[in-house]
């Protein structure tokens, strides 16, 4: 999915369900040795699938080699050259990566298709928004969609910017009939980042929204 929705010089692995099973490196094992059953396997599905999109990218990595440790806010250490991001929700999991050649950041993300609860709405999305999703009878439908979204943004502004973005310091603007959106972040962003407006692509399918953003 993600594959169509990204540039072409991005790697993409949907995990398979081994990947769910097979446990990863020690030192990657460590950080979930406490968690509960349902994190340590998407964990696993997350990290399995980097590797192969990894592998993908570069027919010389090695995947045996290379851990992808989590950092301080959770975001993965990927080698210095990539930029990447992975996405889970009830058994999808997805991990897509470029060059920083090619790439600077990315981000997706992947969500169940239900509307937005609707007592979060004023946490998620801008007066702006709440604006336009009145406008639409299936508004918590797109709000979802907006969740998605701003998720993909923070995880493709955070590795440049390693600051925290709230949801309601970027606003969207979604484009339905093309699947497009565009973000603008309400706040002073980085040097690093070059630009307060962000913009990425999504679908829709019969349970999930699907989300990415790349710079
Ligand atoms: C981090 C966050 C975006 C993850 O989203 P989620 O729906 O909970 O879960 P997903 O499965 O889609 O993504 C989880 C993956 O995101 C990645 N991730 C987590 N924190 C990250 C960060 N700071 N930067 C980049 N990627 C990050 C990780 O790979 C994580 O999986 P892993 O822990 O197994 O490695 C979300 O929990 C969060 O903190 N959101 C608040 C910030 C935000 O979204 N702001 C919107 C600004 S417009």
Redesign the pocket.
């Known amino acids: 999915m993600f594959k169509d929705l990204l540039p072409p010089a991005t790697a993409v692995c949907h995990a398979t369900s081994k990947m769910w099973e097979t446990t990863v490196r020690p030192d990657e094992e460590a950080h979930i040795a406490n968690a509960v059953e349902k994190r340590k396997r998407?964990?696993r599905a997350?990290?399995n699938a980097a590797r192969q999109a990894l592998c993908q990218l570069d027919s010389q990595f090695n995947p045996h080699t290379t851990s992808l440790l989590?950092?301080e806010?959770?975001?993965?250490l990927w080698p210095d050259h990539i930029a990447g991001?992975?996405?889970?929700?009830a058994d999808q999991c997805y991990a897509a990566v470029a060059l920083k050649s090619n790439i600077k950041s990315l981000?997706i993300?992947?969500?169940e298709s239900e509307p937005l609860q609707s007592n979060i709405l004023k946490m998620i999305c801008t007066p702006e928004e709440i604006k336009w999703l009145s406008s639409l009878k299936d508004g918590l439908f797109w709000a979802k969609l907006i969740f998605s979204a701003?998720?993909s943004?923070?995880?493709t502004?955070?590795?440049i910017c390693h600051s925290?973005?709230?949801?309601l310091?970027?606003t969207l603007e979604i484009d339905r009939a093309n699947e497009t959106f565009s973000?603008t972040i309400l706040v002073d962003t980085c040097d690093t980042l070059g630009t307060q407006t962000l913009e990425g692509r999504f679908t829709i399918t019969d349970n999930f929204v699907y989300t990415a953003v790349w710079l």
């Open positions: 998407e964990f997350g990290r989590p950092g806010k959770r975001q993965p991001a992975i996405t889970h929700s981000g993300d992947v969500e701003k998720e943004i923070y995880k502004y955070f590795p925290y973005l709230d949801f310091e970027a973000a």
